[in-house]
């Protein structure tokens, strides 16, 4: 009954956080101007062809009208066709989805063993200059805004030295109906540049959260008792410490992959990346409703999902969080 309650407790939350951000981005897109005016050709257009287009589109209905409709249409699985690329709005967006997916999945799995590493070795090694040089990189990468370090990653690694792509996703393979740029060499190498920049602020953060971990579980007396029954330290921390810090650090690594999900819309914007976040960016720029609405949708459902998913991963190794609950 517990885990239960857990799960309902998450979903009611889900869904009222999902139905607040629908309408937030509602009003939002429908205050920035009229898309009206990229779809008709104003040189030519007339005012009746502009009114015809508007009626057309279900623009001259009241806002809390409009967004009744969006919202009836959701439940029914369509979120319109785009104005500009006269698709179904879902569809662009799921056909984005891969590139987003694998630059996410790519620099997560950069980011975790590195985080990991380092903030063990920084835990086991506490008050040194290799602890300190940890601590204090770690808060530059944490300040430093990810369009300033996507820029330096070009300016250094494009421009000043020419050793990676400053831009695209590169040659793809086809795998399952999908391109994928990690099938291929040259997809990898553009991808290095963009994912170090969703990769590094994420090392810092699991390099910091892993090193408390191991400082506070090292004190403890068990720790004590292992090293005075002459177990090696790598047995130690491969076998008592690592696991011991485990569940705070794969939560964070759920949340985080979700903000990437989320957030990668700066970088991807930066390099050029034909994902999700690209699509958002280019989308208000043209005012394309269906497209704006139905690619924040998915951004916040991917986003709820992994937070709910990390809360129940922790709620089921922990049963203080079920009580609590």
């Given amino acids: 009954m517990a885990m239960v309650s857990v799960f309902l407790g998450r979903l009611f939350q889900a869904l009222l956080l999902l139905l607040a951000m629908s309408l937030i981005g509602f009003i939002g897109i429908h205050s920035i101007g009229n898309p009206v005016f990229n779809i008709v050709n104003i040189e030519t257009a007339t005012p009746e062809d502009i009114q015809r287009a508007t009626v057309t589109l279900g623009l001259d209905q009241p806002i809390w009208r409009q967004y009744a409709l969006f919202v009836d249409h959701v439940i029914r699985g369509n979120f319109g066709t785009s104005y500009i690329y006269h698709l179904p709005a879902l569809g662009l967006v799921m056909s984005k989805l891969p590139a987003t997916l694998e630059l ?12 990991i590493g380092v903030g063990l070795l920084a835990g086991r090694r506490r008050g040194t200059l290799f602890d300190r040089i940890v601590l204090r990189s770690s808060v530059c990468a944490l300040s430093v805004p990810s369009f300033w370090l996507s820029m330096m990653l070009i300016l250094i690694g494009a421009i000043l030295t020419g050793w990676f792509p400053s831009g695209g996703r590169g040659a793809t393979a086809s795998l399952l109906g999908q391109e994928w740029s990690v099938l291929t060499g040259d997809g990898l190498w553009h991808m290095l540049l963009p994912a170090l920049a969703l990769a590094i602020p ?17 004190s403890q007396d068990f720790t004590r008792f292992c090293r005075a029954k002459g177990l090696s330290s790598r047995r130690i921390l491969l076998r008592h410490t690592l696991p ?42 043209l005012l394309d409703r269906p497209v704006v609405m139905a690619t924040l949708t998915f951004i916040a459902v991917a986003f709820v999902a992994l937070n709910a998913l990390v809360d129940l991963f922790h709620a089921v190794l922990d049963p203080r969080v079920r009580q609590s609950s």
């Fill in 244 to 285: 011991n810090i485990s569940v705070p650090i794969m939560t964070i690594i759920g949340l985080q992959f979700g903000g990437m999900l989320a957030f990668a819309v700066v970088v991807e914007s930066i390099f050029s990346w034909p994902g999700v976040g690209k699509l958002l960016i280019d989308s208000i720029q």
């Fill in 104 to 115: 996410a999945s790519f620099a997560m799995l950069v980011a975790a063993p590195a985080g």
């Fill in 202 to 218: 994420n090392i810092a953060l699991i390099a910091r959260l892993s090193r408390s971990g191991t400082i506070e579980v090292e």
